[in-house]
């Protein structure tokens, strides 16, 4: 019974360490999608659609300051300011909105009568794009940063809610049995038990709600507001300006996939003792 | 603590759904504020039902033997239902389009592309940046490609369920147990038969909540096309009454929203899930270990 | 050494489930035992025998429906880290490295750092695992993970010690590996003293290699109570000894395994 002759599994460590690791193929997917672009670019007139050079040049020009922006009304615009704007409210919802909605997954998994009653609420609410209460938001609290911020906030609520329920109901029963038989109190066990089981769900569903996020709060912008990089879409598309379009489009987007990235990170980071981290792709 | 019984976990469900309609009757009795002279802030359901809903016959354009409101004729039941109806058919044909053309793109892309594991290695990083680029930020773009019109529209839509269900596809091929692959390579299966017998099959399961996930998105796709540029559709009369605040026309469309929306994910729902009935249920306990 | 107060009197236990179908069935059925301190029983019967809901009853994770169980001279009516339970799902938390799913216990209770983290590196040596007292348990194999259990809960003190099934998962070799650890661990007690054992299983080699006393249950009632004289450790290889065969061969009848008109090959 040595245990020099016991294998320790260690597949699963190696696995996540190569899927965080840059195929050089994906280089290549990259390059091929430009290459598709620039070959269908050549073939359509810039109106309709520009060069990724030009695009990328436009983004570079107009990122600390964009002049041409202030015949639309917009003074001092700027790529970079309005992209500040457009994350700010993100981030804010996103905290704003898992702050409701962690606990109360939580509580609901465990309290059948409180989720018989937010359940029916949620999944109603669920099964509709949450996007169709923009105009009424628009109404209720103007074109400022309330109407997208509290838009976003329904959103990450929802998704969240599901995903710490769900998270809360999956922990198998026999972790609380072994810890009450090892004399944890019922305080240590949401300590040491319902908290780290369950931040692996609740990561990936706060993961889920930032990428549907950045959307939401772009088209809460396009529909009514002063700032922003929504706003900016919608006064170049007035313009039937493509290129600035896809430019602004691009930083979204990029922003979009780094704080993604960000996030597959920390949650590989903080969950190291899950036999299978999804780092690309869900 | 007892379980509760579904059969009395759904009577609480409707209650509580009960309850909140009854609540907005009560806020509009003492919140009798008027957006507009004769337009509720907060219309009660004998209004919603009754003059609201009368209200929707300013939309209709003439046509079917029913005379529109511009020219002339008073508003009437029959404008108003034509309305409802054309618009959500409207509507309803951008979703289930964008959907068909979309799920059917995405996933013979996804199949086309997981045939070799280069394949899924060059499109691993495209395909995650075309998912997280908000799709509904690019309603201005589609609309300079493809007009305001129905064709663009379902373009919009199919678009963003194709990325969707063109990734799903791929992780989905990526997540058949090698054992069945080589099971089936073992009894002499070619590569072809292999995507016929094994990898069609294994993905259905993998595909449910894909499918169901682009449902969604297509409601959320058709739905910012309609807010922003669209001269039809259900999406489009909640923006127009938006702009004179007639909060009253925006509740009712609202509300024939939340029906299709919620009759369409029950069915999809059962469907799938009758035809998914062979699967074994993914024990989710296993991500205890 | 024997101590009355020390032991676990069960007295009249019954547990009673409503099934779905409302039909009520008795899992356990008016048992009567006393286990004294120190010993090792070991309880056998066929699934579905009432063993497992008399562990966890007296565990304290389920209530009887009638009867009483005193531990130490208190009666049961919670779970508590003087009665130690390895689960045979396995329960190390994946949220912990080794060497912290061992201090759990003592952690709980309020122990020290030094003192928690210097009695669980000994008893990871014991059961050896100290080269991997770092490690997730995701990196260990299922023999392992087992070893980590039974670690903890002799760290964690208990006087009586709770085994359901635990190696039913495991392979043969690494099945009698893990009885030689368990054997060594009670024979080898903490200041002189044994602790009471009750290790539940269907298996009847494992039970006579383990027990001084082996409990047979049927359809939730006690059949048998044999005691085992032969001394420990004892190892497969004793399976030979009069003794044991007589008493295997009395365990498969009791399982129903031994067909009554069939002759015994070459007799």
């Known amino acids: ?282 | 603590m007892k379980p509760l019984s579904p059969s009395r976990r759904r009577a609480i469900g409707l209650i509580v759904l009960l309850c909140l309609a009854a609540i907005w009757q009560l806020l509009s009795m003492i919140y009798p504020a008027e957006a507009q002279p004769g337009e509720p802030m907060i219309a009660g359901w004998q209004v919603i039902f009754t003059k609201t809903l009368l209200s929707l016959s300013d939309y209709w354009q003439g046509g079917l033997g029913v005379r529109s409101v511009a020219e002339g004729a008073s508003r009437g039941y029959a404008a108003a239902c034509l309305t409802l109806i054309v618009n959500s058919a409207i509507t309803l044909a951008r979703v289930l389009g964008g959907l068909a053309i979309g799920t059917l793109l995405g996933m013979i892309g996804g199949l086309a592309v997981s045939w070799s594991s280069w394949g899924r290695r060059i499109v691993n990083l495209p395909m995650q940046f075309l998912r997280t680029l908000p799709l509904l930020a690019m309603v201005p773009l589609f609309q300079l490609w493809f007009g305001t019109n129905l064709f663009g529209q379902i373009a919009f839509t199919a678009y963003g369920v194709s990325v969707i269900v063109f990734a799903g596809t791929v992780n989905a091929v990526a997540n058949i147990p090698a054992i069945f692959i080589d099971n089936a390579r073992s009894l002499g299966a070619s590569q072809s038969q292999i995507y016929r017998s094994v990898i069609l099959p294994g993905i259905l399961p993998g595909m449910r909540s894909t499918i169901l996930l682009a449902l969604g998105t297509a409601w959320s796709a058709v739905l910012g096309a309609e807010y922003l540029g669209a001269q039809s559709g259900l999406g489009y009369i909640i923006v127009y009454a938006q702009q004179f605040a007639y909060l009253d026309r925006m509740f009712l469309v609202a509300l024939v929203i939340l029906v299709f929306a919620a009759v369409f994910y029950t069915l999809f729902d059962r469907a799938t899930r009758k035809l998914l009935a062979w699967a074994p249920q993914t024990s989710r306990r296993e991500i205890a270990r | 050494m024997a101590n009355a107060v020390q032991d676990i009197q069960i007295r009249h236990l019954s547990r009673r489930f409503t099934r779905a179908d409302g039909q009520t069935v008795t899992a356990l059925d008016d048992l009567s035992v006393t286990i004294k301190a120190g010993e090792f029983v070991c309880l056998v019967g066929p699934s579905g025998c009432g063993k497992t809901t008399l562990l966890q009853m007296l565990a304290g994770l389920l209530r009887q429906s009638s009867g009483e169980i005193e531990a130490q001279g208190k009666p049961v009516l919670r779970p508590g880290p003087e009665r130690g339970v390895v689960f045979q799902k396995d329960s190390v938390f994946p949220w912990m490295r080794v060497i912290d799913n061992v201090e759990y216990g003592l952690k709980c209770r309020g122990v020290s750092k030094g003192e928690r983290r210097e009695r669980a590196l000994h008893y990871l040596e014991r059961v050896g695992l100290m080269q991997v007292a770092q490690a997730w348990p995701k990196e260990l194999s299922g023999g392992m993970l087992k070893r980590v259990a039974i670690a903890t809960v002799f760290a964690n003190g208990a006087e009586i010690l709770m085994l359901d099934e635990p190696f039913g998962a495991l392979d043969y070799v690494t099945r009698h590996q893990l009885h030689d650890v368990l054997l060594d661990l009670w024979l080898d007690g903490e200041g002189g003293r044994r602790r009471t054992v009750i290790f539940v299983t269907h298996d009847v080699d494992e039970a006579l290699i383990l027990a001084d006393r082996i409990l047979v249950f049927h359809s939730g009632r006690m059949v048998e109570d044999l005691a085992v004289t032969l001394p420990k450790p004892r190892s497969a290889d004793d399976l030979v000894l009069p003794e044991l065969v007589n008493h295997r061969h009395r365990l498969l009848q009791h399982m129903g395994l031994i067909r009554p008109a069939a002759a015994k090959p070459g007799q």
């Open chain 1, 1 to 282: 019974m040595s245990l020099t002759t016991m294998p320790v599994r260690d597949g699963g460590a190696r696995r996540v360490t190569r899927a965080l690791r840059f195929d050089p193929m994906a280089w290549l997917g990259i390059l091929l999608l430009l290459l598709v672009w620039e070959l269908a670019a050549c073939l359509l007139p810039p109106a309709i659609l520009p060069a990724p050079l030009g695009v990328v040049r436009r983004l570079c020009s107009e990122f600390l300051s964009a002049p041409d922006l202030s015949y639309f009304g917009l003074a001092n615009a700027s790529l970079l300011g309005s992209m500040t704007y457009t994350a700010e409210n993100v981030l804010l919802a996103m905290i704003v909105g898992a702050a409701f909605a962690i606990p109360l997954g939580l509580v609901t998994a465990r309290q059948e009568l409180i989720r018989a009653v937010i359940d029916p609420v949620m999944m109603t609410v669920g099964t509709v794009p949450i996007l169709i209460l923009a105009p009424f938001l628009l109404i209720w609290f103007g074109v400022g940063r309330a109407s997208a911020v509290l838009l976003v906030t329904f959103y990450v609520i929802v998704v969240v809610y599901v995903a710490a329920q769900r998270a809360a109901e999956n922990i198998a029963p026999v972790f609380e049995d072994y810890a009450a038989t090892l004399g944890a109190s019922p305080r240590a066990v949401l300590r040491d038990i319902l908290i780290p089981a369950t931040i692996p769900e609740i990561l990936g569903g706060l993961r889920i709600a930032l990428a549907g996020a950045w959307g939401l709060e772009a088209v809460s912008e396009l529909l009514g507001a002063q700032q922003g990089i929504g706003k900016i879409i919608e006064v170049l598309a007035g313009a039937t300006d493509a290129q600035g379009i896809m430019a602004a489009l691009l930083l979204l987007g990029l922003v979009a996939t780094v704080c993604d990235g960000c996030a597959a990170w920390a949650i590989h980071r903080l969950t190291r003792w899950k036999s299978s981290t999804p780092v690309a792709g869900a």
